[in-house]
């Protein structure tokens, strides 16, 4: 079983960055479309930012103009690029796949965003 590994976490200020990472070994990312979903307490899990095996990303509205996937295909990573947090912002962040494979559910990383 496959487990992406999502990392860069943590405590920021309202109006601050975070930049999270997200790598699995053995799995080639440059072949797959890839995305970061979030699920705050007492939500459903919500896809945030996407980016196609051609390097096309789409955003969630709630996200857009703040945040910016990107990837590095020779380091096998997956990345958002984080700014202007939101309180709002604040969820367990995950990767996965474009659809999503049930068994590459990680642990996520925490981002919490105070006001």
């Known amino acids: 079983q496959v487990q992406l590994v999502e990392s860069g976490g943590g405590l920021v200020q309202a109006g601050g960055s975070l930049k999270l990472s997200c790598t699995a070994p053995?799995?080639?990312?440059?072949?797959?479309?890839m995305a970061w979903y979030r699920q705050a307490p007492g939500k459903q899990r919500e896809l945030v930012a996407s980016?196609?095996?051609?390097?096309?990303?789409n955003y969630a509205d709630s996200v857009k103009g703040r945040f910016t996937i990107s990837r590095d295909n020779a380091k096998n990573t997956l990345y958002p690029q984080m700014d202007s947090l939101k309180p709002e912002d604040t969820a367990v962040y995950y990767c996965?796949?474009?659809?999503?494979?049930?068994?590459?559910w990680g642990q996520g990383t925490q981002v919490t965003v105070s006001s």
């Open positions: 980016i196609t095996v051609r390097d096309i990303r």
């Open positions: 053995g799995v080639n990312f440059s072949i797959r479309a």
């Open positions: 996965n796949t474009v659809p999503t494979l049930y068994n590459f």
